[in-house]
């Protein structure tokens, strides 16, 4: 049976090579975009057309998209390979939602601990709560994976309005990692958090404890200046910390989804409570639109869709994304993490081998650095990367509106180049200006031909605001549910990364020479006998 995208990659291959340019009409940019609470998302500059795109709604019909969704914002356990609710949209639902797991309401303890942790930050925002050297100037959070991403990501992009202890991150267990943190702070005034959903990832615990320890000796009471952010609630006791500094949430979290709840206690602590509610307030616009609005004019869907005709149907197996915003600088890691262990799984729900490619590898870095470094694959290289372009109207800075005015310009100039390309008469036209003839005038010429005909997205917004930011997040979120249920998979699991880390727990005795390498391949035994201390 042909599978869920074969009558669309038919469809493509008839005009895979059809210049883009040649669709706009003067309806084209505006029937290929969409507005929503003030953001725009133009994927005009792609190779989709009316029928593909009719198509590709199809799907997300046939998927039982709607159903899925309903699901999922209904608490019912759609992560059936961990048996779990999928519910992070219940941390940024309003005051008065509802929402139901097991028969249980869940609402209230969301709001008693979103209360406890506005208690808490302003405690140390303002110095009601102290260090044992006085009022908090720095916050370590140690946590990996979706304990650090997110919360790391979104503190620098809410830098403007960060006016609280500063925020360093520690997520690699290179010793390396919390070694420069922690030098030049003060043991007196640093509050940890210790942030891991399970409260067992080795890499955690052991920087945790390295703090405990750089404490321990200057500080009388080392647990009294750490925190805890998990679901494990024995554990985090059982570490000796104040279950009164201890912000709990609950298994139909994923972690690559918790930014919203107590794993953003770090973002919450440097801009304060109220930024950190409009923050919440731009994901719950994003969910209202994502649940309300038709699949054909609503946002996640479509970029949803725009993936997977890029990677599903085109073949295009990498996704750059590329914010014209320094402050989205960890956008594409935190992506990274969303997107490609969400959906980089080869097996369906049903058990069944995916007939098509699974998610696709995400990159990025911001504009303009990227423009300097691998830009030139990007326009001239043999590969398609579809670019995913993020720009705000304004930026944060107005004596340096002129720096902003050539933030954007890049930006455009980008996506046009992809689209347009330069041809081969138009290379041999400047070439020929500078006074190149005959064979050396085409070789020449030809290097500097861009092919063009290469697809990019553009989400623009006005300025990056706490709120700007939770409907981009959700926004992302949203896609790759939308991504997920159209490749039948569980967006929700991730087993992929288990037999690495069962690994290095088994090669720790090997490498202190406890246990001998015996039954390891030859490479990992030679790599071990070089790198033994
Ligand atoms: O190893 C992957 C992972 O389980 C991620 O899914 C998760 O975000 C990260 O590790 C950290 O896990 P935890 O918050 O439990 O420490």
Known sequence: MPHRFAALQAHQSQFANRPILSL??????????????????????????ANALAQLLALSETAGLAEKRAA????????????????????????????????????????????RMAEFANAVRSGAFQGQGGKITDVVNIGIGGSDLGPAMATLALAPYADGPRLHYVSNVDGAHIADTLKGLNPLTTLVIVASKTFTTIETMTNADTAKRWMAGKVANPAAQFCAVSTAAAKTAAYGIDPSRVFGFEDWVGGRYSLWGPIGLGVMLAVGPQAFDQFLAGGRAMDDHFRTAPFAANMPVLLALVGLWHNQICGYTTRAVLPYDQRLSRLPAYLQQLEMESNGKRVAMDGADLPYASGPVVWGEPGTNGQHAFYQLIHQGTRVVPCEFLVA??????????????????????????????????????????GLTGAELDRQARHRVFPGNRPSTTLAYAKLTPFTLGQIIALYEHRVFVEGVILGLNSYDQWGVELGKELAVALQPILEGRESTAGKDGSTQALVAFLRP
Do not use: W, Y
């Open 393 to 434: 109207k304004a930026g944060h800075e107005p004596d340096l509106a002129h720096q902003h005015l050539l933030l954007v310009a890049n930006c455009l100039a980008q996506s046009e180049a992809l689209l347009r390309g330069r041809s081969l008469s138009d290379a041999t036209a400047i070439m020929a200006q500078k």
């Open 72 to 115: 999922m914002f209904g608490g019912q356990k759609i992560n059936d390979t961990e048996g779990r609710a999928v519910l992070h949209t219940a941390l940024r639902a309003s005051d008065a939602a509802q929402l139901m797991v097991d028969g249980a309401d869940v609402m209230p303890q969301v709001r008693a601990t979103r209360a």
């Open 24 to 49: 706009f009409d003067d309806q084209r940019a505006q029937a290929f975009s969409l507005q929503v609470d003030g953001m725009l998302f133009d994927f005009s500059k792609t190779n989709i057309d």
